[in-house]
């Protein structure tokens, strides 16, 4: 599987955007499709998680409420619609693969990455 994230940009706090992620490969509903995100010296964090079929969906804390991972398995591509942007939303964000049910946190346990998109909240 190969992952083409984009969407990225520099943006206003209090501000939106949409980062797409398009997937190569004939089944792709078969995998759960993450977004991950890295700031200048942290660690990659988690930020959503999409089941396969899209009907579940998980989040990290402090994107509930702001952020929506959304799915489109006819057109191969999985979404992430980022609303009221705040400047600590800055960060390289990434979109990921694993095959299996579930939703999941580790990055570890995701197979397929892709390149990454910046992001940039200004204040």
């Known amino acids: 599987v190969q992952l083409q994230a984009s969407g990225g940009g520099l943006v206003q706090a209090g501000g939106s955007l949409r980062l797409s992620c398009a997937a190569s490969?004939?089944?792709?509903?078969?995998?759960?499709m993450g977004w991950f995100r890295q700031a200048p010296g942290k660690e990659r964090e988690f930020v959503a998680s999409?089941?396969?079929?899209?009907?579940?969906?998980a989040y990290t804390d402090p994107v509930k409420g702001r952020f929506t991972i959304s799915r489109d398995n006819a057109k191969n591509t999985v979404y992430l619609q980022m609303n009221t942007l705040k400047p600590e939303d800055t960060a390289v964000y990434f979109c990921?693969?694993?095959?299996?049910?579930?939703?999941?946190?580790?990055?570890?346990?995701?197979?397929?990455w892709g390149q990454g998109t910046q992001v940039t909240v200004s204040s």
């Open positions: 999409i089941t396969g079929g899209g009907s579940g969906t």
């Open positions: 490969g004939r089944t792709f509903s078969s995998y759960e």
């Open positions: 990921a693969a694993r095959r299996g049910a579930g939703l999941t946190y580790d990055p570890l346990a995701y197979e397929y």
